[in-house]
Nanobody, 121 residues
Framework: QLQLVESGGGFAQPGGSLRLSCAAS????????LGWFRQAPGKEREAVSC????????WYLDAVKGRFTISRDNAKNTVYLQMNSLKPEDTATYYC??????????????WGQGTQVTVSS
């Protein structure tokens, strides 16, 4: 069974950090562009950060530039999102996605189940 499983979400205070992980099973991420998306209550899902087959090819939502870092470890079949200097507006359910043909697409082939991130004092 092909699936992506996120972990690492939780509660953080403003200014804090969390690290999200997304592990793939049933397929190799080597040939997939990967991304992290988020959806807050009442809002549309938005792309937060994406990384191509070449780890040097990455993109960030303006709101998270300089605070979030995406990385991939093909040996571990995992993609990460390091989130620093968290803000209350980062509160959302975060999803990882993988697509073999499209980069940073909201129509990605595979999605994780989501992990909740809550930033509050």
């Amino acid at each position: 069974q092909l699936q992506l499983v996120e972990s690492g979400g939780g509660f953080a205070q403003p200014g804090g950090s969390l690290r999200l992980s997304c592990a793939a099973s049933g397929f190799s991420l080597d040939d997939y562009a990967l991304g992290w998306f988020r959806q807050a209550p009442g809002k549309e899902r938005e792309a937060v950060s994406c990384i191509g087959l070449n780890a040097g090819n990455s993109w960030y939502l303006d709101a998270v530039k300089g605070r979030f870092t995406i990385s991939r470890d093909n040996a571990k079949n995992t993609v990460y999102l390091q989130m620093n200097s968290l803000k209350p507006e980062d509160t959302a359910t975060y999803y990882c996605a993988a697509d073999k043909y499209a980069y940073c697409s909201k129509y990605a082939q595979y999605w994780g189940q989501g992990t909740q991130v809550t930033v509050s004092s």
